[in-house]
Every structure is written in structure tokens, then in C-alpha cells.
């Protein structure tokens, strides 16, 4: 019995590792990487390495606070400033639902690359697929799974095309400490790449997961901390292999001025440029995978904010979380291209990190949450407060955007 808990403990670790990784590399993700590749060539390498740096102090930060309190983020909040956490709920569920449109949106792109399937089918099936995790009897082992295998499947493909384009890695290991690029443009990049990675409900995703899992306490955090430097690890990993496949792609067209990447999609356009329509259809896999557990890890975190909120929805979690995918499918089918409600929702989660990684530092302090005898890392505490600034910063120029919205 204590050997079959051991392995359904470590298979809930690597899971909420899985979860929080694959969540933060969805289709806009891949785009950005495709985007910022093609503008900023070897010093992209930059722009990841430091934003590598400060998501993994939100994500340490906000795991240990969580899993060691054993409550989710907005009972956290409710405890910091009662009312708080259903402020930062709401936040984070209309942020995630909006966002979770345009994941279905990628997914959808997915299967047109991969098979040249309509969208309007790919919605449903992405969709489909999705919704199908969470109808079976242990929906929690299916999801860990899930995305396991397919993020196993982008790092593999990824890993493939790199083999196929022959990336110059010694420009990019020089250039990722020693950026040629202005900052002037290395300073947006590096901005967009972390409210994109741990904005919003990616934050917290893997905690909950835990959390969901039992796995909380001071006696865990050894396996705590493990999981989320994992999670931290896989992520940086697809980065890195993405980036080092588009630039490959991008120095051998940069001497050639006809031939640069399709703005309109500039990863797909790396991918088919570098290795052909078998590249092409390699990323199609990509954005499907990407798409895929980037839904089921928004519905599964966004539910997880509403359930502490309501019995019911505590009571049925496996329901909300199909109605939320179902929701974002059937208004991703009607509407097409959600680009009004992608400026929102970018500005609301520019908004939710530096109130959300705020208040787990003010709780790392407190007794009544975190217990008499847990001490909170001093050099965390420090670096997260700093992160706090730099977000609060991405949360203001992210109002700017709100304007696009009344033009």
C-alpha cells in the first residue's frame, strides 16, 4: 500500500511539473518565439535566459507559499486582505477563459498545419480532446498523462528539426550572455516573454495541482521544491530547443532579403523554410501539443480558483472544468480570431502577477498562514520582491493596450 502512495506521489510531482510547464508554452508562446527569433536573432537567447531567471522566482515563490500552507492562491489572498481573493479569482477566470479561446484557436491552427483539417473543425476537436480527459473516472491521472506524453512529443520534435537546420549554437551561447541586439528592444521582448509564461493562471497551475494531490506541508517541501524546479527545467528546455530551431532557419535567410519569416505566423514559417513540409507538418504537432495541454491546464488552474468559492462547484469540478473548455471552444468556433478580447485579457494578466506574487510574499511572513516554524528564504523573498516591481511595470504598460479596445 505505502509503495503504490510513493508512486502516485511522484507520478502527482511530475505531473504538476508537466502541468505548469506545458501551460506556459502554448501557440502564443511559439509565436512570440517565432516573432522575436526573426527581430532579435542569437540576443533572443537573452531575453530567455533572464526571463527564465525571474519566472522561476514567481514560481519558487508562490510553490513554497502554497504547498506549505496547503491553500490554493485565493484562499491565500482572503487570508492576507479578506475580499482579495475573490478579486484576483475573477481576475484570473476571465483571464483564463479569454486566453483559453485562443488556445483553441492554436489548437485548431494545429490540426490545419498537421492535416490540413478546416479550423472550424479543429476547434471542436481540440476541443473534443480536451474535454475527453476530464471524463474519465481518475481525471487527474489522465491529465498528468496526457501532459507528460505530449510534452515529451514537443521536446522530441523540436529536438529533430534542430538536427535538420543545424543551428549556429556558438552565436547563440555568446549572444545569450553578451547580446548584440539594443535594449531598447531586448526590454519589450523580455516583458511580453514573462507575462506570457507566468501570468495569470500559469502561476498556478502546478501548485494546485499538489495541492490537489495532498502533497503540502513543510515535511513535503524537499518534494515541493523538486517538482517546481522541474517544471521550471522542461519549460527552459522547449525554449531553448524552439529558439535554437528558428534560428537556425533565421541566419541562413538573413543574407537572402526576399526570403524572410510570414509575419502572420513566423514559427510555422521557420519550421516549413528549414526543414521543408516535413518541418512544416512537425509544427503543426508542436502547436497541436502546445494547444492542447495549454486547455486543459488553463480550465483545470481556472476552475481550481471558483471551487473553494462554492460546494457545488467543488462538488462537480469535473463538469466546470468540460462547460469552461466547451464555452471557450464554441466562442472560438463563432468568433474566429479573438484579437480584441487577446488585448484584455494580456492586460489583465499583466495586471494579476505582481498582485498575485505580492501578496504570496506578505503571506511567506506570516505565521498564521505559513505555521510557528516555517521560515521563508530571505535571497526569495529579496528577488521577489524586485520581480513584483519589474511585473507592476508590465501590468502598467499592459493599460496602454486597453485603448485598441475603443478604437
Same mark, same amino acid.
Given at each position: 500500500?505505502? !509503495?503504490?502512495?510513493? !508512486? ?10 508537466? @502541468?505548469?510547464?506545458?501551460?506556459? #508554452? ?30 522561476? #522566482? ?13 491553500? &490554493? ?7 492576507? *486582505? $479578506?475580499? *482579495? /481573493? ?18 483553441? /484557436? ?6 490545419? +498545419? ?5 479550423? +472550424? ?88 495541482? @499538489? ?35 528558428? @534560428? ?32 512544416? &507538418? ?71 502577477? $505582481? ?6 510574499? #506578505? ?45
Amino acid at each position: 500500500m505505502e !509503495k503504490n502512495t510513493n !508512486k502516485k506521489s511522484a507520478s502527482a510531482l511530475i505531473g504538476a511539473a508537466f @502541468l505548469m510547464a506545458t501551460s506556459a #508554452i502554448g501557440p502564443g508562446f511559439l509565436t512570440q518565439t517565432g516573432q522575436f527569433t526573426g527581430n532579435l536573432k542569437g540576443s533572443f537567447g537573452f531575453v530567455i535566459l533572464v526571463s527564465v531567471i525571474l519566472a522561476a #522566482i514567481v514560481q519558487l515563490n508562490v510553490w513554497r507559499v502554497l504547498c506549505v500552507s496547503g491553500m &490554493r492562491g485565493q484562499d491565500v489572498a482572503n487570508k492576507v *486582505l $479578506p475580499g *482579495l /481573493g475573490y478579486v484576483i479569482a475573477f481576475l484570473v477566470v476571465a483571464g483564463g477563459l479569454v486566453f483559453n479561446i485562443g488556445n483553441v /484557436g492554436g489548437g485548431a491552427l494545429g490540426f490545419n +498545419t498537421l492535416l490540413g483539417i478546416p479550423t +472550424t473543425y479543429g476547434c471542436f476537436l481540440a476541443g473534443a480532446i480536451a474535454i475527453c480527459v476530464f471524463l474519465y473516472k481518475n481525471a487527474l491521472d489522465a491529465m498528468d498523462t496526457l501532459t507528460k506524453i505530449l510534452g515529451g512529443i514537443m521536446i522530441v520534435v523540436i529536438f529533430v528539426v534542430i538536427l535538420i537546420v543545424k543551428p549556429p549554437v556558438g552565436m547563440a551561447v555568446k549572444e545569450t550572455f553578451v547580446p548584440t541586439a539594443s535594449m531598447d528592444s531586448i526590454f519589450p521582448a523580455i516583458l511580453t516573454l514573462l507575462g506570457g509564461t507566468v501570468g495569470g493562471y500559469i502561476t498556478f497551475a502546478g501548485a494546485h495541482r @499538489l495541492i490537489d494531490a495532498g502533497i503540502t506541508k513543510e515535511e513535503n517541501l524537499k518534494e515541493i521544491t523538486k517538482s517546481s524546479v522541474m517544471g521550471i527545467g522542461i519549460a527552459t528546455i522547449v525554449r531553448i530547443l524552439l529558439f535554437l530551431a528558428i @534560428l537556425g532557419v533565421v541566419v541562413e535567410t538573413a543574407t537572402s532579403p526576399a526570403t524572410t519569416l510570414d509575419a502572420s505566423n513566423p514559427a510555422a514559417d521557420a519550421f516549413l523554410q528549414g526543414a521543408g513540409q516535413i518541418g512544416y &507538418r512537425f509544427f503543426g504537432l508542436v502547436l497541436l501539443c502546445a494547444a492542447v495541454t495549454s486547455i486543459i491546464g488553463c480550465a483545470y488552474t481556472s476552475v481550481s480558483f471558483l471551487k473553494t468559492f462554492s460546494k457545488t462547484i467543488a462538488n462537480n469540478e469535473k463538469w466546470f472544468i468540460v462547460g469552461f473548455i466547451a464555452l471557450s471552444t464554441v466562442v472560438m468556433a463563432l468568433i474566429g480570431q479573438p484579437a480584441t478580447l487577446l488585448v484584455l485579457a494580456g492586460a489583465l494578466n499583466g495586471l494579476i502577477l $505582481p498582485i498575485t506574487l505580492g501578496v504570496c510574499l #506578505i503571506a511567506s511572513q506570516k505565521k498564521s498562514i505559513m505555521g510557528e516554524n516555517y521560515k521563508h528564504p530571505i535571497v526569495l523573498l529579496i528577488l521577489g520582491i524586485i520581480v513584483v516591481v519589474i511585473s507592476a511595470y508590465l501590468g502598467i504598460t499592459s493599460l496602454g493596450k486597453l485603448s485598441a479596445l475603443f478604437g
